[in-house]
Each structure stands twice: as C-alpha cells, then as structure tokens.
C-alpha cells in the first residue's frame, strides 16, 4: 500500500516493504552491522502465497490470495498475525512479517516474525463464508504452521472467533494444539489480559516515556485514530490513568471534544451504529481532520502510512505513538524529526499484543494458567523494559527512538542469526 503517490515532482512512491527497508539500513548503519548479514535480515526466510477459494451463499465461487510470510526464525517460532483486507499484497505482509522479527527481539521475546493476510473485506462475508475463508486458509497453509514453527494470531479485521476456526481447523488435521494460534476465545485456552494488551501496552509505554522526562499523563489530550482492538482498549486505558481523549475516529468519521469524550458513550454509540460517529456530545471531524487536530498525543491505530509527507507538517501532536503497525512514512519521520515531534515506533508502541501472545502461548503449552492481574503485571514490566532499553539507546547513539529500536532488534537477531550459522 501507497499513499505519496499523484505528484510528478517527488520522489517514487516506495512500497511498504521498502519502507521498512529503509528503516532497517538507516539503524544497521549506526550498529554498523556487518555486510555479510544485510541480505539474510532484509529477505524473508519463506513467502507462501496461496489461491483460497471460497463458495459463496449464491451458489458462486470467489477466489481470494492469502498469504504467509515468515520473515526470521533465527529467536524462536516464527510468530504474527493475520490480516483481512482487500489491500493486502505481498509487499505489505512482507513489510509487516519484517516488522514482526524486529518488534519480537525489541520485547526479547523468543520468538521470529511472520505476518499473513487475505486480500478480502470481510464485510462483504456472511459468517459462513468468512469460516470458510478461513478453514480453507489454515488448512492450505497448514504444512507451514506448528506450535513450534509458526504461530497465527489476530490482526486487522480479524479476531477471537477467526483463531477459533484457525485453531479447530489445524487440530483436526494434525491434533488438539491449542498453541498453534494466540488470541483465542477464553474458552479454549485464550488468556485474560490478551484482548487488551496491545491497547494497554500502548499506554504502559507512552506513560514510561512521558515519566522518563519527568511528566504524567494527567489532563494529557489525546487523539486516537483508529476505535477497533487496539483503539478502543487504549482510549479506555488512557482514560483510566488520566489522560484526556479529545478525538477518536473509526471507518464511519471521527468526533472532537475538548472537554474529553466520554469513552463508555463512545463504546455505546459503536456499539450500536457501528461508529462512534453516533455520539451526540462531540464535534464531527471531517475525513482525516483527526490527524491534524489540537492535542498532545497522536495515537494512529489503523492503517498503514496514514502520516505521510501530504500531513506530516500539519499535525500538531508533539508525541505520535505508532499504535498501528507501518502507520509512516519515511519521508514524514524526517519532517517529525526536524519538527522536534516524538515518534514512538510501532516495534515498540504496539509490542503488547505479541507479548500477550507470548503469555498466552506459554501457559498453552505449560497447560498452566495465569491471574489477569499477574498477566498485566508482567506486561507492563516488559514494556518499561523495552521503553526504557530504546529512550538509552537513542541517547546514546543519539538517533530517533525509532532508529534505536530497530538497531536493539537487529542486533539480538543478528547475533542469534550468527550463532546458528546462518550467516
Ligand atoms: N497482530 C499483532 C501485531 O501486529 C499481534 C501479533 C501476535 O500476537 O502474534 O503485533
């Protein structure tokens, strides 16, 4: 996906997987990673692109590509989410399955990086369809998967249900594995705290970094774009510790307050119109006027490359939180940069989700399981760890956090790659 596109005058558009290419050059130059090493980590180790074919309620056949990419196996499983979208492409996962091997060193998890996704929108399924989409998937790309090869979990446009699918899909081929997929119903080995840990993570690190100089987020405005998983939890967390949430947005429009939204009315209005639009104690925003409203803390948790160089002297935010994975563009990282705007980067902003992955597949294969206020606990450690591991390194190479991320990240899974002998 693309969006600095329909202008002569710039640069070539690069494609997602570029993009992460070039954060990855941009941070290996700093570590000054060896030659010998950049095409190992810049490849994926396997791309699977496979037809799924799908019979529809009409009697019709619709045939959509899905697609698994496992990007770096050299920490452990290979491990990410699936994605339902009709703008997935082979670029796009593959930038996403990079994303995944360098979010899953900066947690120090053990764990490689994939990414899947199906170029359909989900909206246009009934729920059979959408099972049968998804059996279809899991058991086409079945001989790629295993509890100790490749874990699944939820992304864009997919949840709970859909694992179950995947997870009852897989078992009845190869069987029971509860730890093929994370982010499963609680009923069948799902664990508590996994719903929200991307959101909460989201707002454990922002807090850290906010407490690293010296501030807090009391009274904070924030302005989340995005009211799915991710948005949704971490308007509530945010809310919960203080801060005030100004404007959120999801695909129907977006609401403004300065007085702060009221996040349970929020919740109601989706729950009832399918957008928060529904909200009457709240100013409509025009299409993308989120992005570009009065607040302090911008929290994309959508799309991709939302913040491109089209907006990026126009946001008013001064810390952006990457909620979203690949939510900007390199050329509008400069401007944030030169403007003296923090971006916190997605590798770390939205780590929570696969660390709650991690825990959940943990006690899966432990077949023990864990308090939410235990799970929590530990989630919140680990992402003031790996905050306050990217703020030093940043000072200390002084580069942008997302440079220092990346650069802690390349160097674990380098010197893993290194002692397997792969390099
Ligand atoms: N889809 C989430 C991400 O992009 C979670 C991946 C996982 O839990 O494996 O980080």
Request: hydrophobic fraction near 40%; proline fraction near 4%.
């Amino acid at each position: 996906m693309t969006s600095e596109s329909n202008d002569e005058n710039v640069e070539l558009v690069p494609r997602s997987d570029e993009i992460v290419t070039m954060y990855f050059r941009e941070a290996a130059e700093v570590i000054g990673l060896a030659d010998s090493m950049y095409e190992v980590l810049e490849t994926s180790y396997r791309e699977t692109d496979v037809q799924v074919p799908v019979h529809c309620d009409n009697g019709g056949l619709r045939v959509f590509r899905g697609y698994r990419v496992q990007h770096n196996g050299a920490r452990g499983p290979y491990k990410g989410g699936i994605r339902y979208h009709p703008a997935v492409d082979i670029s796009e996962v593959r930038a996403l399955a990079s994303l995944m091997t360098w979010k899953t060193a900066l947690l120090n998890l053990p764990f490689g990086g994939a990414k899947g996704g199906v170029n359909v929108d989900p909206s246009e399924l009934s729920l059979r369809e959408l099972e049968a989409l998804t059996r279809r998937f899991t058991q086409t790309i079945g001989h790629v998967l295993g509890p100790y090869r490749d874990i699944p979990a939820p992304d864009m446009n997919t949840n709970s249900q859909v694992m179950a699918w995947l997870m009852d899909a897989y078992s009845a081929r190869f069987g029971y594995t509860p730890s093929i997929v994370t982010g499963k119903p609680l009923s069948m080995g799902g664990a508590p705290g996994r719903e929200q840990a991307t959101g909460r993570g989201v707002v454990d690190v922002t807090q850290r970094a906010f407490e690293r100089v010296g501030r807090s987020l009391d009274g904070v405005r924030v302005a989340i774009q995005g009211f799915g998983n991710v948005g949704s939890w971490a308007a509530r967390e945010f809310a919960a510790r203080g801060a005030r949430i100004v404007a959120v947005s999801d695909v129907g429009g977006g609401i403004y307050n300065a007085d702060g939204i009221d996040i349970d009315a929020a919740l109601a209005a989706n729950a009832v119109t399918g957008s928060v639009v529904g909200l009457t104690e709240a100013d409509q925003l025009a299409p993308g006027a989120l992005l570009v409203c009065r607040c302090d803390v911008l929290v994309p948790a959508a799309l991709g490359e939302v913040l491109n160089r089209h907006n990026a002297e126009d946001i008013k935010a001064e810390w952006i939180i990457e909620a979203a994975n690949n939510p900007t563009t390199p050329i509008a990282d400069k401007i944030f940069n030169n403007r003296g705007i923090t971006v916190v980067p997605d590798v770390l902003a939205n780590g929570g989700g696969v660390t709650g992955s991690y825990f959940e597949w943990t006690q899966n294969i432990q077949q023990f399981t864990w308090e939410e206020e235990d799970f929590n606990t530990r989630l919140g450690k680990r992402m003031r760890t790996a905050t306050d591991e990217t703020f030093d390194a940043a000072a200390k190479y002084g580069v942008t956090p997302r440079v220092a991320a990346f650069a802690i990240a390349i160097e674990r899974v380098a010197t893993a790659a290194k002692l397997r002998g792969y390099v």
